[in-house]
């Protein structure tokens, strides 16, 4: 199904199941200036087709869960895109015949040049690609440690030295330059912007990345939000994203809001929760977090979402629909979040969504065609 495209990107789209069979009805809504329950972006001047997106979150909470997988048509097993042409291929679409409803990337990855020779158009060209066919696009970011130059897992101290002041200010800068650069350039084909959902600075709750918890005070981390959120908006003039704070696993609403930048600089409510099983136990865990998210989501007219999931190689056959698919489903506070992502397929050792073959990949077009999961439904060649 190509997404219709009316004064941007906005689209409701409605569940219904017949004889097993999973349809998408799309309706075409003219939402300009127009958001759900009277609640706006944080940026006033997010574009029209942002504005859209954010009220088509916020509007469908409950009405289905979205799922999304990260780096979807750029490689999955066995395979890799050759290049801004080949956009087509999806482990997810080989195994159940349709794309998923939200694409992530990760826009510390072309800058650093590892997918070799005109990354950045690759990803371009991936990202209009999704939109196109009706996606919903959201960048992670693993930024490299800008004091060493060493990548994310570099636990150096930096979050202090980019800051204002810092010495390593200006570069930061640098980079949020060439952000700005690349996300001003992403437009349909009619050239209108397209939205992005933007999660930058994750997991902080943790301490396994160089902006995480034991690596800056509340304080700093909560500066550095702010300032990269005011100098893409203000200095910079994006007005594509919607912004998503996630943190990893917390124990109580306190932790996950320890280091909250404020509701002026957050539109998504999130969460990073990976499960390694199928232990009961994990997964009440898992929902008292989203039962959190989403109350709060409500009473701060922000969107809810589970931003990173996943069991590494799926090694429990039926783990979508045991997990993720009936838990949520049947929690009357948990299903209104708006979408969960799995992370990427990277080769035989590393993956997060099935592939033709795969144990886990009758269990996974169950959780397809299950009638309250959504996707984007479309013939694969």
């Known amino acids: 199904m190509t997404a219709v495209m009316v004064l941007g990107y906005a689209l409701v789209s409605m569940r219904l199941a017949l004889k097993h069979t999973k349809i998408v009805l799309v309706v075409v809504m003219l939402l300009v200036g127009i958001s759900a329950a009277g609640q706006q972006p944080i940026d006033s001047e997010a574009t029209t087709e942002t504005r859209a997106l954010f009220d088509l979150l916020r509007g469908e909470m409950g009405a289905g869960l979205r ?178 704070y996630s943190p990893d696993k917390v124990k109580n609403k306190e932790e996950y809001f320890e280091r909250y930048p404020g509701d002026a600089y957050v539109d998504v409510l999130a969460l990073d929760n990976y499960i390694h099983g199928e232990n009961p136990k994990e997964i009440e865990e898992m929902l008292v977090r989203l039962r959190l998210i989403v109350t709060e989501a409500r009473s701060r007219g922000k969107i809810a979402a589970l931003s990173e999931t996943g069991l590494e190689k799926i090694i429990t056959p039926d783990w979508f629909t045991r997990v993720i698919l009936n838990p949520i489903k049947n929690d009357p506070i948990a299903r209104n979040i708006s979408y969960v992502l799995v992370w990427r397929n990277a080769h035989p050792g590393h993956f997060f969504a099935p592939y033709p073959g795969h144990a886990s990949a009758e269990d996974f077009k169950e959780f397809y065609q299950d009638p309250f999961t959504i996707f984007w439904e479309r013939s694969i060649p």
């Not at 130059?149 to 390593?168: C, H, Q, R, S, W």
């Not at 800068?173 to 084909?189: C, E």
């Not at 930058?200 to 500066?223: I, L, M, N």
């Open 67 to 244: 799922f999304g997988h990260q780096d979807v048509t750029l490689y999955g097993v066995g395979w890799k895109s050759s290049g801004p042409d080949d956009t087509e291929r999806s482990d997810v679409a080989s195994v159940t015949g349709s794309y998923p409803a939200v694409y992530g990337w990760d826009m510390a990855r072309w800058p650093s040049g590892d997918l070799g020779e005109g990354s950045e158009e690759l990803y371009r060209s991936h990202i209009i690609a999704a939109h196109a066919r009706g996606g919903i696009n959201t960048f992670s970011w693993h930024l490299f440690n800008p004091v060493t130059g060493e990548n994310f897992y570099d636990m150096t101290p930096a979050v202090a030295a980019i800051l204002p002041g810092g010495d390593k200010h200006e570069h930061y800068t640098q980079t949020l330059d060439r952000l700005a650069a690349f996300t001003l350039t992403l437009k349909d084909k009619d050239g209108r912007p397209i939205p992005i959902i933007f999660r930058p600075f994750h997991e902080h709750t943790g301490s396994w990345f160089w902006w995480g918890r034991d690596f800056c005070t509340t304080q700093e981390y909560v500066a550095l939000w702010r300032f990269t959120v005011d100098y893409l908006r203000d200095e910079k003039g994006v007005h594509q994203f919607l912004y998503a």
